[in-house]
Nanobody
Framework: QVQLVESGGGLVQPGGSLRLSCAAS????????MGWYRQAPGKQRELVAL???????NYADSLKGRFTISREKINNTVYLQMNSLKPEDTAVYYC??????????WGQGTQVTVSS
């Protein structure tokens, strides 16, 4: 019902910046929360940031001040601006949308690698 396509991942230097994009299509009217999660090798998938249909945002405490989630309603696209990147930010980043049936929708993931 909802399709999510991520883009913008890649290799960046420590301290660098990257912006991820998640384009939603399909039954987007059913979505009430979208967000970004990440999963590093051998680690559990964790929440990065959320944005509600009303525009409220929430971040993992450790990422506040470095990461910013935003959206463009016209394009049905959610962004994750990542600044001051650290090697420990290296992970596959997944876009997520909640609402409708099934209740969770996931993108395919985009690799972010922070390394010198």
């Amino acid at each position: 019902q909802v399709q999510l396509v991520e883009s913008g991942g890649g290799l960046v230097q420590p301290g660098g910046s990257l912006r991820l994009s998640c384009a939603a299509s399909g039954s987007i009217s059913s979505i009430y929360v979208m967000g970004w999660y990440r999963q590093a090798p051998g680690k559990q998938r964790e929440l990065v940031a959320l944005i509600t249909r009303g525009g409220s945002t929430n971040y993992a405490d450790s990422l506040k001040g470095r990461f910013t989630i935003s959206r463009e309603k016209i394009n049905n696209t959610v962004y994750l601006q990542m600044n001051s990147l650290k090697p420990e930010d290296t992970a596959v980043y997944y876009c997520n949308a909640k609402g409708g049936s099934p209740p969770n929708h996931w993108g395919q993931g985009t690799q972010v690698t922070v390394s010198s």
